[in-house]
């Protein structure tokens, strides 16, 4: 697998894979608006913070 | 063929891609489990920098202060680098460098790659001084001599680099396992350390202890508390490299963030360094080796300085880990067995073995303005990936270097990326400098790195839209699919 067209061939093939089920049907390629959500969670809930601590320290 | 040699072989090609660039299919990824994540990310965290910069948090004026401050800076910081990073890296099982090819061009992707080289074979150089010295220093108190044994330190860094390469050369699945065990272990350490300080000093006294006015940055709370916020905001943008490495290995959307923002950041930065911050400001040293064997004792001290600095072992292992697979991205190193990458990134530790005070004096001091490297870089990849592609990255067109490629821009270099990154760092250090804590009047109430990300994201946004989508650079205006360019799957290559 060192030698550079047994690499490239297996880069073919896998980005092949990931294109195609299973993988295209896993949960690496649905939607990532429940980490969006999560995300701006941990923004607010730190800017929260920050106010509070700008006012009360 | 058998069906066992079928399997062998697959498992082996498998083994190959955890190794090296290919991408992980969602079958192959390791972290399964919430836990096993949170783990590796704790662990990872919880080195001893942590401690360090912990130790450091009382000089912004006010300890409470330093602790909140850090705590919403690497929050901040993190979750636009997991959303950078981690998001893309994710879902196509890529190494970051590669997914940062669609907005820095093929050739253009050197820039965030020196950046990732840097932080990770930086800081794994830097955690071995820290260990050598660590165990130098806990040597010398119970040998109760005057001087730390050079000797004994270089032998404990020439020894933690063969682990190092031990643990690293079997791949990610054994740090995998090994964090289950010390991110707990670490995290009891700390608690135990907290119960310490409280059982000795009570909390209000904790609350109220701050370093001598003179030797603090500040007297002024609105300025300390931008300081501290951004420790945790550079903090926070170092682990641009380092998030999508690690997220390449995780099957299951729900355990992208949490686990980031929790292990990385809460327990394995905030939490430690709220800990050393009110051990270092109660014993008056900012060095863990001094306030946590003063704190724990004769017995308790040694024993927990030396599982702290052993736990250290995870940081440098999944640091030279990510280091092997990014370092891949220079086309010879592709084709040379995993041991031996390990060893050629490995070898000048030997160097760093018998230097390592000076390590801790230039390297840690250049290491100030590495989270300097990835603001840029993060506001950049956060506003291609999500906004400008929708998410969507052509995988043919990442791995194919050829004018025909959507990711070529002029010559494989997207300079309009490359640009704003540099001037995103520029501008940064215009308005804070790490080393001297200059900063400009805006910065209590902004700080820099935030700003930062914000302007190299919307300049990059406007610059796409005004310049690279009218010449039809980059791939903008179609949709981000495979196929759908005039390379096709005979064009990629590692």
Same mark, same amino acid.
């Given at each position: 697998?060192?030698?550079?067209?047994?690499?490239?061939?297996?880069?073919?093939?896998?980005?092949?894979?990931?294109?195609?089920?299973?993988?295209?049907?896993?949960?690496?390629?649905?939607?990532?608006?429940?980490?969006?959500?999560?995300?701006?969670?941990?923004?607010?809930?730190?800017?929260?913070?920050?106010?509070?601590?700008?006012?009360?320290? | 063929?058998?069906?066992?040699?079928?399997?062998?072989?697959?498992?082996?090609?498998?083994?190959?891609?955890?190794?090296?660039?290919?991408?992980?299919?969602?079958?192959?990824?390791?972290?399964?489990?919430?836990?096993?994540?949170?783990?590796?990310?704790?662990?990872?965290?919880?080195?001893?920098?942590?401690?360090?910069?912990?130790?450091?948090?009382?000089?912004?004026?006010?300890?409470?202060?330093?602790?909140?401050?850090?705590?919403?800076?690497?929050?901040?910081?993190?979750?636009?680098?997991?959303?950078?990073?981690?998001?893309p890296?994710?879902?196509?099982?890529?190494?970051?460098?590669?997914a940062a090819k669609a907005s820095f061009?093929?050739?253009?992707?050197?820039?965030?790659?020196?950046?990732?080289?840097?932080?990770?074979?930086?800081?794994?150089?830097?955690?071995?001084?820290?260990?050598?010295?660590?165990?130098?220093?806990?040597?010398?108190?119970?040998?109760?001599?005057?001087?730390?044994?050079?000797?004994?330190?270089?032998?404990?860094?020439?020894?933690?680099?063969?682990?190092?390469?031990?643990?690293?050369?079997?791949?990610?699945? =054994?740090?995998?396992?090994?964090? #289950?065990?010390?991110? &707990?272990?670490?995290? $009891?350490?700390?608690?135990?350390? /907290?119960? %310490? @300080?409280?059982?000795?000093?009570?909390?209000?006294?904790?609350?109220?202890?701050?370093?001598?006015?003179?030797?603090?940055?500040?007297?002024?709370?609105?300025?300390?508390?931008?300081?501290?916020?951004?420790?945790?905001?550079?903090?926070?943008?170092?682990?641009?490299?380092?998030?999508?490495?690690?997220?390449?290995?995780?099957?299951?959307?729900?355990?992208?963030?949490?686990?980031?923002?929790?292990?990385?950041?809460?327990?394995?930065?905030?939490?430690?360094?709220?800990?050393?911050?009110?051990?270092?400001?109660?014993?008056?040293?900012?060095?863990?080796?001094?306030?946590?064997?003063?704190?724990?004792?004769?017995?308790?001290?040694?024993?927990?300085?030396?599982?702290?600095?052993?736990?250290?072992?995870?940081?440098?292992?999944?640091?030279?880990? =990510?280091?092997?697979?990014?370092? #891949?991205?220079?086309? &010879?190193?592709?084709? $040379?067995?995993?041991?031996?990458? /390990?060893? %050629? @990134?490995?070898?000048?530790?030997?160097?760093?073995?018998?230097?390592?005070?000076?390590?801790?004096?230039?390297?840690?001091?250049?290491?100030?303005?590495?989270?300097?490297?990835?603001?840029?870089?993060?506001?950049?990849t956060?506003?291609d990936y999500?906004?400008?592609r929708?998410?969507?990255l052509s995988?043919?067109d990442l791995?194919?270097?050829?004018?025909?490629?959507?990711y070529?821009?002029?010559?494989?270099?997207?300079?309009?990326?490359?640009?704003?990154?540099?001037?995103?760092?520029?501008?940064?250090?215009?308005?804070?400098?790490?080393?001297?804590?200059?900063?400009?009047?805006?910065?209590?109430?902004?700080?820099?790195?935030?700003?930062?990300?914000?302007?190299?994201?919307?300049?990059?946004?406007?610059?796409?839209?005004?310049?690279?989508?009218?010449?039809?650079?980059g791939g903008?205006?179609?949709?981000q699919?495979?196929?759908?360019?005039?390379?096709?799957?005979?064009?990629?290559?590692?």
């Open positions: 697998m060192q030698d550079p067209e047994g690499l490239n061939a297996e880069l073919s093939r896998r980005i092949s894979a990931i294109a195609s089920p299973p993988n295209s049907e896993s949960e690496c390629f649905a939607s990532t608006r429940p980490v969006l959500y999560e995300a701006l969670v941990w923004v607010v809930g730190a800017l929260l913070l920050w106010i509070a601590a700008v006012i009360f320290v | 063929m058998t069906d066992s040699d079928s399997s062998a072989i697959q498992a082996r090609v498998a083994r190959e891609a955890l190794d090296g660039r290919l991408p992980i299919l969602s079958g192959e990824r390791i972290y399964r489990r919430f836990g096993s994540f949170l783990w590796t990310c704790t662990s990872f965290s919880a080195a001893t920098w942590a401690f360090l910069i912990g130790g450091s948090l009382p000089s912004v004026g006010n300890t409470v202060i330093g602790i909140l401050g850090y705590l919403c800076g690497v929050i901040l910081g993190l979750v636009p680098v997991v959303l950078a990073s981690g998001l890296s994710y879902r196509y099982g890529i190494d970051p460098i590669d061009g093929v050739n253009g992707a050197i820039l965030p790659l020196l950046g990732a080289l840097a932080t990770m074979i930086g800081w794994t150089y830097v955690v071995v001084a820290l260990t050598a010295r660590g165990a130098a220093g806990l040597l010398r108190v119970v040998q109760q001599s005057q001087h730390p044994n050079e000797t004994f330190a270089s032998v404990v860094a020439l020894g933690t680099l063969v682990m190092v390469w031990v643990v690293a050369r079997r791949g990610p699945s =054994l740090f995998q396992r090994l964090s #289950q065990y010390t991110a &707990p272990g670490q995290l $009891i350490v700390t608690v135990t350390l /907290l119960g %310490l @300080l409280v059982y000795r000093f009570h909390w209000p006294v904790l609350w109220t202890s701050n370093v001598a006015p003179e030797t603090a940055l500040t007297q002024d709370h609105g300025l300390g508390f931008a300081y501290a916020v951004e420790f945790g905001v550079a903090n926070g943008m170092t682990w641009w490299p380092i998030v999508g490495g690690l997220t390449r290995l995780v099957e299951r959307r729900r355990h992208l963030l949490g686990p980031c923002v929790i292990g990385i950041g809460v327990l394995g930065a905030a939490f430690i360094s709220a800990v050393s911050a009110i051990g270092a400001a109660r014993v008056g040293s900012p060095d863990p080796t001094v306030w946590l064997l003063a704190l724990g004792g004769p017995l308790l001290g040694p024993a927990m300085l030396t599982f702290v600095l052993a736990a250290n072992l995870i940081t440098m292992v999944i640091l030279t880990y =990510l280091a092997g697979v990014t370092v #891949q991205q220079l086309r &010879p190193l592709t084709r $040379i067995p995993w041991d031996v990458i /390990l060893i %050629l @990134l490995l070898a000048p530790g030997i160097y760093v073995a018998f230097r390592t005070t000076w390590v801790l004096d230039v390297v840690m001091n250049w290491m100030l303005y590495n989270g300097v490297m990835f603001v840029g870089i993060t506001g950049i956060l506003v999500l906004v400008l929708r998410q969507r995988m043919v791995f194919t270097r050829s004018p025909a490629g959507r070529w821009y002029w010559g494989g270099v997207n300079w309009i990326a490359v640009g704003v990154a540099l001037i995103a760092m520029v501008v940064y250090i215009l308005m804070y400098d790490p080393s001297t804590y200059r900063a400009v009047w805006m910065f209590r109430y902004l700080g820099a790195g935030i700003p930062m990300v914000l302007f190299a994201g919307g300049a990059y946004f406007l610059l796409v839209h005004f310049v690279l989508r009218p010449m039809d650079k903008y205006g179609a949709p699919v495979n196929h759908t360019t005039s390379v096709s799957l005979r064009d990629v290559s590692l």
